[in-house]
């Protein structure tokens, strides 16, 4: 069922917290098995499936609501009760695009052959936002047609995952409504004189003395039930309505009120926290993160202890000195200490904004290693330096000539830190870098800063100008794959901040999605062999994604072949 999204945890918090499941069973309630493929659209020429005559445009005559979803009853219902967002409700339902009234899904097509179609049954919270709203305005037995807006369904552009995009219509008939065990929120949603405080500003309160004196650790994992609210008492969510509690590793909850909070509960207590912003999501976040302080009922129905993984092997080539740096190490202001190992050419160094290319072997100080660009089907990093993975090989790099090798000591202020990024290597770290080639960035062109007045523009603002012409005709479509080199410059300041050129590295991406609207758009225009410089909005770029370069893009695209 293509409408279903997928819950990291049972759909907690909309899928905000994110915490990892641990040893459940993916097909217990409120956690949904991943959706299967949606069978193959019918043929067109099915009457059973085919579009309405309606389907590209909203008609006149239709409803609408603040939020833009908008439909039309096509067949009444009975009784006056409507599901809430946390009901279960089950439904039949056809689904096409606006754009071309393609099908694309319905609970009226058999699954598999041989396989009667059924209707589908969900929660409202774990569908699209356009059902959710949609589907609060029925009645038993009712059927409507809705046309939904991409913002309220998967967006307005292809997606690498194939899910329709742009306006969606639905026929949806519902058949019928369990209402859910929903949990009053709580009368003090301040915390009250007599909580418990800590430290950090985390209050609570216990509501049920647990059993026994132990309390879990961080690296525990904890059964929990819970029911949160924010602070104008709307739910969050609750265990209570998946019927089952979650499972979770203490230490890899996202926001730190919990991760304190559990350790604070012995089994079998229930305690009501008073998590303030600072210890929760913060007072400002993404559309669909909850902010500001939060209540949280939880109880601990059990918790078990992991097994600490051995100690990883030493590996053969650590060098000998890897726990610390020796006393003839250089040292700089930031604690990086080097040393070299093999002497380079001339006396220029790179620097910060150059193009880098080195082979490295790396060592945690107990010498198990972190990885090598010289093992097996490895090769060289190739980067700006400014965009190194951590700031020791940024400042470090620095300090080298081209042919030089170098063993650095790197704490782990300067790499990934203490407390670690997922995959990420934790503590100080140590690393011999061989500089095979450095290069400084590539210049601007003039026109860097604004498209100039013959480039061609269009709709969406993206100005561009053919700087070779090509050799094809075909053009890319949608569904074409394009394989290009690129380089790409800031218009503000005409800094470069990526190139496929000086990596010597050819990019191939997917049309249907995965690059930013520009190059979707852009690249639609080129013809093989042909070359042109983009001028690309922030708003068809990256703006607003962090560590992303911002405003106007400049970049020079050549396309070497489209298709596979």
């Given at each position: 069922?293509?409408?279903?999204?997928?819950?990291?945890?049972?759909?907690?918090?909309?899928?905000?917290?994110?915490?990892t499941?641990?040893a459940?069973?993916?097909?217990?309630?409120?956690?949904?098995?991943?959706?299967?493929?949606?069978?193959?659209?019918?043929?067109?020429?099915?009457?059973?499936?085919?579009?309405?005559?309606?389907?590209?445009?909203?008609?006149?005559?239709?409803?609408k609501?603040?939020?833009?979803?908008?439909?039309k009853?096509?067949?009444?219902?009975?009784?006056?009760?409507?599901?809430?967002?946390?009901?279960?409700v089950?439904?039949?339902?056809?689904?096409?695009?606006?754009?071309?009234?393609?099908?694309?899904?319905?609970?009226?097509?058999?699954?598999?052959?041989?396989q009667?179609?059924?209707?589908?049954?969900?929660?409202?919270?774990?569908?699209?936002?356009?059902w959710?709203?949609g589907?609060?305005?029925?009645?038993?037995?009712?059927k409507?047609?809705?046309?939904?807006?991409?913002?309220?369904?998967?967006?307005?552009?292809?997606?690498?995952?194939?899910?329709?995009?742009?306006?969606l219509?639905?026929?949806?008939e519902?058949?019928?409504?369990?209402?859910?065990?929903?949990?009053?929120?709580?009368?003090?949603?301040?915390?009250?004189?007599?909580?418990?405080?800590?430290?950090?500003g985390?209050?609570?309160?216990?509501?049920?003395?647990?059993?026994?004196?132990?309390?879990?650790?961080?690296?525990?994992?904890?059964?929990?039930?819970?029911?949160?609210?924010?602070?104008?008492?709307?739910?969050?969510?609750?265990?209570?309505?998946?019927?089952?509690?979650?499972?979770?590793?203490?230490?890899?909850?996202?926001?730190?009120?919990?991760?304190?909070?559990?350790?604070?509960m012995?089994?079998?207590?229930?305690r009501?926290?008073?998590?303030?912003?600072?210890?929760?999501?913060?007072?400002?976040?993404?559309?669909?993160?909850?902010?500001?302080?939060?209540?949280?009922?939880?109880?601990?129905?059990?918790?078990?202890?992991?097994p600490?993984?051995p100690?990883?092997?030493?590996?053969?080539?650590?060098?000998?000195?890897v726990?610390?740096?020796?006393?003839?190490?250089?040292k700089t202001?930031?604690?990086?200490?080097?040393?070299?190992?093999?002497?380079?050419?001339?006396?220029?160094?790179?620097?910060?904004?150059?193009?880098?290319?080195?082979?490295?072997?790396?060592?945690?100080?107990?010498?198990?290693?972190?990885?090598?660009?010289?093992?097996?089907?490895?090769?060289?990093?190739?980067?700006?330096?400014?965009?190194?993975?951590?700031?020791?090989?940024?400042?470090?790099?620095?300090?080298?000539?081209?042919?030089?090798?170098?063993?650095?000591?790197?704490?782990?202020?300067?790499?990934?830190?203490?407390?670690?990024?997922?995959?990420?290597?934790?503590?100080?770290?140590?690393?011999?870098?061989?500089?095979?080639?450095?290069?400084?960035?590539?210049?601007?062109?003039?026109?860097?800063?604004?498209?100039?007045?013959?480039?061609?523009k269009t709709?969406?603002?993206?100005?561009?100008?053919?700087?070779?012409?090509g050799?094809?005709?075909?053009?890319?479509?949608?569904?074409?794959?394009?394989?290009?080199?690129?380089?790409?410059?800031?218009?503000?300041?005409?800094?470069?901040?990526?190139?496929?050129?000086?990596?010597?590295?050819?990019?191939t991406?997917?049309?249907?999605?995965?690059?930013?609207?520009?190059?979707?758009e852009?690249?639609?225009?080129?013809?093989?062999?042909?070359?042109?410089?983009?001028w690309?909005?922030g708003?068809?770029?990256?703006?607003?994604?962090?560590g992303?370069?911002?405003?106007v893009l400049v970049?020079?695209?050549e396309?070497?072949?489209?298709g596979?």
């Amino acid at each position: 069922m293509t409408i279903r999204t997928r819950w990291a945890l049972t759909g907690i918090l909309s899928g905000a917290l994110g915490l990892t499941a641990v040893a459940q069973d993916p097909a217990t309630p409120g956690k949904e098995k991943e959706a299967e493929p949606a069978a193959p659209a019918a043929p067109k020429e099915d009457p059973a499936f085919k579009a309405p005559a309606d389907v590209a445009a909203v008609p006149a005559d239709a409803q609408k609501t603040e939020s833009g979803l908008a439909f039309k009853i096509l067949k009444a219902g009975e009784g006056k009760e409507k599901p809430s967002k946390w009901d279960k409700v089950k439904v039949d339902y056809t689904g096409w695009q606006s754009s071309d009234g393609k099908m694309f899904d319905s609970s009226l097509k058999a699954r598999r052959p041989g396989q009667a179609p059924e209707p589908a049954e969900f929660a409202l919270f774990q569908v699209i936002p356009g059902w959710t709203e949609g589907l609060q305005l029925m009645v038993a037995g009712e059927k409507r047609r809705f046309w939904i807006p991409g913002e309220m369904a998967y967006g307005n552009e292809p997606s690498p995952q194939g899910r329709p995009f742009g306006m969606l219509v639905f026929d949806v008939e519902l058949h019928s409504f369990t209402k859910s065990n929903v949990p009053d929120a709580p009368k003090e949603l301040t915390a009250p004189a007599d909580a418990e405080k800590t430290e950090s500003g985390l209050a609570s309160k216990i509501l049920e003395a647990g059993t026994g004196k132990e309390k879990p650790a961080a690296s525990d994992v904890a059964t929990v039930n819970f029911s949160g609210w924010k602070k104008d008492g709307d739910l969050l969510h609750s265990t209570i309505i998946d019927g089952q509690p979650s499972q979770i590793k203490i230490d890899q909850v996202p926001i730190k009120g919990w991760t304190e909070a559990l350790q604070l509960m012995v089994k079998g207590e229930k305690r009501r926290f008073w998590i303030p912003a600072a210890l929760a999501f913060g007072n400002e976040g993404p559309e669909g993160t909850p902010t500001g302080d939060l209540i949280f009922d939880m109880e601990l129905v059990d918790f078990k202890s992991t097994p600490k993984p051995p100690p990883a092997p030493k590996a053969p080539d650590a060098p000998a000195d890897v726990a610390a740096a020796p006393d003839d190490a250089s040292k700089t202001d930031s604690g990086l200490a080097s040393k070299v190992l093999k002497a380079g050419e001339g006396t220029a160094t790179p620097g910060e904004d150059d193009f880098v290319k080195f082979d490295f072997s790396g060592w945690k100080t107990d010498g198990s290693s972190v990885g090598s660009s010289k093992m097996p089907n490895g090769r060289p990093m190739a980067m700006p330096l400014s965009k190194a993975p951590i700031k020791g090989w940024t400042e470090g790099i620095q300090l080298m000539k081209k042919g030089e090798t170098r063993r650095f000591w790197i704490p782990a202020a300067l790499g990934f830190g203490n407390a670690g990024q997922p995959g990420a290597p934790t503590g100080d770290l140590v690393f011999d870098i061989e500089l095979l080639e450095f290069s400084a960035p590539i210049s601007a062109p003039d026109d860097v800063a604004a498209a100039p007045a013959d480039a061609e523009k269009t709709e969406s603002g993206l100005a561009s100008k053919v700087l070779k012409k090509g050799t094809g005709e075909k053009k890319a479509t949608a569904t074409d794959s394009v394989t290009v080199h690129y380089t790409g410059w800031r218009a503000e300041d005409g800094k470069m901040f990526d190139s496929s050129v000086q990596r010597g590295e050819p990019f191939t991406f997917s049309l249907r999605g995965g690059v930013i609207q520009g190059w979707l758009e852009g690249a639609k225009l080129m013809v093989e062999g042909e070359k042109r410089r983009f001028w690309i909005p922030g708003n068809l770029a990256y703006d607003g994604q962090d560590g992303r370069p911002q405003g106007v893009l400049v970049f020079d695209i050549e396309v070497l072949k489209i298709g596979q």
